[in-house]
């Protein structure tokens, strides 16, 4: 099977990691890493949608990204909100939906007024899903997802003997998206940071040494390739013929 008939993968995940590094290295503040963080989540969500890839999820903020410096926070929620607004132009053009996943109440009003309107001028595209986490973390993620169900139990709307892995799964902040395949952390570290727990229990894990500004689509070709190397079993075995 050559490399056009392989599988591409379904679902890709990105910890857009390496931006105050690259910053720095630089001689500049932290806030131009994000901003150039920023330019590399478009060159990604175009090369993802020319490769076919289906899914993105991108890691924009977490739960425990609040205990940065309030200044770098501020920029970060500032630029967010701009990004969002300035490339909704774009996502309707090239028909990406948008979709946020993450406490989003916590989040500045702005910011969620600018998430809402973007999510909601995309919900009938269907060219490529962008999955963008906010004030996300995945053990917030699943404590929330037990509090829903609890009530349900509690209400007597649901059956403890009732829940499994699908029925939770439906109580994810964004359940039709489906299981991650494959996971990339720019920056060089080996680490899932909190980063949807649920969704890659079986995804392949790609660390790559450049910091997350330098992205450029050839990155995100050998990360496929490295993906199509892989065996993936699931937990089983894969009998040879």
């Not at 994000?34 to 924009?60: P, T, W």
């Not at 989003?104 to 909601?120: F, G, I, M, T, V």
Request: aromatic letters at 8%.
């Amino acid at each position: 099977m050559n490399a056009e008939e392989q599988e591409v993968p379904r679902h890709v995940g990105v910890i857009m990691d390496g931006n105050g590094r690259w910053a720095q290295d630089r001689g500049l503040d932290r806030t131009e890493g994000h901003r150039a963080g920023r330019h590399a989540a478009r060159r990604f969500m175009r090369a993802a949608q020319a490769r076919g890839i289906e899914y993105v999820s991108l890691y924009a903020f977490s739960t425990e990204n609040w205990t940065r410096p309030v200044s770098e926070v501020e920029a970060l929620m500032e630029l967010i909100e701009t990004a969002v607004l300035v490339e909704l132009e774009e996502l309707c053009r090239e028909e990406v939906r948008l979709r946020v996943s993450g406490r989003r109440s916590e989040l500045p009003e702005p910011l969620q007024n600018a998430l809402s309107k973007a999510e909601e001028a995309t919900a009938e595209n269907e060219a490529i899903t962008l999955n963008l986490c906010v004030n996300y973390g995945g053990q917030a993620e699943l404590v929330d997802a037990a509090k829903q169900i609890a009530e349900k139990v509690r209400d007597g709307e649901m059956q403890t003997d009732e829940i499994d892995t699908d029925i939770f799964a439906r109580y994810l902040y964004v359940p039709e998206i489906p299981p991650m395949d494959l996971l990339i952390r720019p920056g060089g570290d080996m680490r899932v940071s909190n980063f949807m727990l649920w969704q890659v229990a079986y995804a392949e894990f790609y660390s790559m040494p450049d910091y997350w500004p330098d992205f450029q689509p050839e990155h995100l070709d050998r990360a496929i390739e490295d993906y199509q190397r892989r065996q993936r079993r699931f937990g089983g075995l894969v009998l040879e013929d």
